[in-house]
């Protein structure tokens, strides 16, 4: 399998995951707060990595780690806790068909941040793809 499939299947296994992320916390949120949701999901999360880095043999010391990766890493943890509260509270009181495309409106923002800041730069047609997916987006989010 090359590179470029390679990533393009683990991001189809995302979107997958994302999906059922969606419903499965839509269900969960009946009768519970929603910051309290995040939490114990976070929880399940912290468990289950560990177990899977410890058991595959990928445990390193995070000691070791360069400080621009702990800090870019912690910015990152931070933004991850940012959008996991604020997406549950979203489910929380809207409709998952409607909170879900409107958080991928992301896809377009790591486009544009991503040839802001990283250098990347997507052809026309992958400019052209981005923009009417977060147009599909608009256009799902905010049905009647």
Request: with cysteine.
């Amino acid at each position: 399998m090359t590179s470029a499939s390679t990533w393009f299947n683990w991001a189809l296994l995302s979107a997958g995951f994302a999906a059922l992320t969606a419903i499965f916390a839509k269900i969960g949120l009946e009768g519970v707060d929603s910051d309290l949701a995040t939490l114990l999901r976070t929880l399940v999360i912290i468990v289950v990595l560990a177990g899977f880095v410890y058991f595959t043999g990928k445990w390193s010391n995070p000691l070791h780690l360069a400080p621009k990766t702990w800090l870019f890493l912690t910015l990152s943890g931070l933004a991850t806790g940012a959008s996991w509260v604020c997406y549950f509270r979203a489910l929380k009181i809207g409709d998952a068909s409607q909170v879900a495309p409107v958080d991928k409106l992301s896809l377009l923002l790591v486009a544009v941040f991503a040839f802001l800041f990283l250098d990347e730069r997507p052809s026309v047609r992958e400019w052209l793809g981005i923009v009417m997916v977060g147009l599909g987006v608009l256009i799902l989010g905010f049905k009647k």
